[in-house]
Antibody, heavy 124, light 107 residues
Framework: EVQLVESGGGLVQPGRSLRLSCAAS????????MHWVRQAPGKGLEWVSG????????GYVDSVKGRFTISRDNAKNSLYLQMNSLRPEDTALYYC?????????????????WGQGTLVTVSS | EIVLAQSPGTLSLSPGERATLSCRAS???????LAWYQQKPGQAPRLLIY???SRSPGIPDRFSGSGSGTDYTLTISRLEPEDFAVYYC????????FGQGTKVEIK
């Protein structure tokens, strides 16, 4: 069974940094692209960032470019999101999600499955 | 940037009724690259449909997706009590983007 367990969320002041982690199990981690998707309280879903299976390609939503950095450690089956210069509008539940590709090394673009999320609150 | 508009915002129906949810893209560049998710309160989203019409493994066949170009539809043929939830569409192919969601509530 695929499991994605996020950690690292918490309360942080505006302008500070936070690093989220996602521990993956139940599948061959280094075969698949991975993503972060967030959901502000009571709001909809927003894709934040994605990374290819080997880390060679990354992408970000415009609102986090230059502030957030996605990375992965395939030896540790882990995905990360380094978040700098945090803003109140970054407050959200951050989900770690696996790309839905059926073949190793390919990318589908849809998300399956999802972790349970880690809450980031940016407030003074 | 592609914008996805879902309608209606809220759908009030009774168990056993048919639900029809719409998702319209502002541009048609990623035709067929459309997924649907279900989210229940306090839970992570669950993939229902990908490629506009392919059901994810384990999803009941009362859920079906259709459409192409800029217009897509999720249909739930007969609502079960566990189907009352929020549904999101998502376009992929370039930078992923979600619609704002449709809430299916019990009438």
């Amino acid at each position: 069974e695929v499991q994605l367990v996020e950690s690292g969320g918490g309360l942080v002041q505006p302008g500070r940094s936070l690093r989220l982690s996602c521990a993956a199990s139940g599948f061959t981690f280094d075969d698949y692209a991975m993503h972060w998707v967030r959901q502000a309280p009571g709001k909809g879903l927003e894709w934040v960032s994605g990374i290819s299976w080997d880390g060679g390609r990354v992408g970000y939503v415009d609102s986090v470019k230059g502030r957030f950095t996605i990375s992965r450690d395939n030896a540790k089956n882990s995905l990360y999101l380094q978040m700098n210069s945090l803003r109140p509008e970054d407050t959200a539940l951050y989900y770690c999600v696996k790309d839905g590709a059926e073949e190793a090394g390919s990318e589908a673009g849809w998300f399956d499955p999802w972790g349970q999320g880690t809450l980031v609150t940016v407030s003074s | 940037e592609i914008v996805l508009a879902q309608s209606p915002g809220t759908l009030s129906l009774s168990p056993g009724e048919r639900a029809t949810l719409s998702c319209r893209a502002s541009q048609g560049g990623s035709s067929g690259y459309l997924a649907w998710y279900q989210q229940k309160p306090g839970q992570a989203p669950r993939l229902l449909i990908y490629g506009a019409s392919s059901r994810s493994p384990g999803i009941p066949d009362r859920f079906s997706g259709s459409g192409s170009g800029t217009d897509y539809t999720l249909t739930i043929s007969r609502l079960e009590p566990e189907d009352f939830a929020v549904y999101y569409c998502q376009q992929y192919g370039s930078s992923p983007v979600f619609g704002q969601g449709t809430k299916v509530e019990i009438k």
